[in-house]
Nanobody, 124 residues
Framework: QLQLVESGGGLVQPGGSLRLSCAAS????????VAWFRQAPGKRREGVSC????????WYAESVKGRFTISRDKVTDTVYLQMHSLKPEDTATYYC?????????????????WGQGTQVTVSS
């Protein structure tokens, strides 16, 4: 069973950058679609970005387009979310997730495997 672990969160000033990592055990992450979600206190969880397990295509929420980049490192079997020009409204717990089936495309829901989350706080 796939187990996901996020890292890289922290406190950053507005305009700053962070890189989140999603690593896996129990399976090869490179075979799966991997999505990043976030949830701020009192708000619904929202999808941020995704990289497909079928063709490598990517998807971004409108709120992060041009600022965030999702990528895979096949050597370390890690998925990264590079975040630039961070805003206070990006403050949230960020989760990576993967579906049950390998070679899946990105989707809005249906993710079976979730990490424990990493906190991102953007504040001066």
């Amino acid at each position: 069973q796939l187990q996901l672990v996020e890292s890289g969160g922290g406190l950053v000033q507005p305009g700053g950058s962070l890189r989140l990592s999603c690593a896996a055990s129990g399976g090869t992450l490179d075979l799966y679609a991997v999505a990043w979600f976030r949830q701020a206190p009192g708000k619904r969880r929202e999808g941020v970005s995704c990289v497909s397990g079928s063709d490598g295509s990517t998807w971004y929420a409108e709120s992060v387009k041009g600022r965030f980049t999702i990528s895979r490192d096949k050597v370390t079997d890690t998925v990264y979310l590079q975040m630039h020009s961070l805003k206070p409204e990006d403050t949230a717990t960020y989760y990576c997730a993967a579906p049950r089936l390998i070679y899946s495309a990105c989707a809005a829901q249906g993710y079976e495997y979730w990490g424990q989350g990493t906190q991102v706080t953007v504040s001066s």
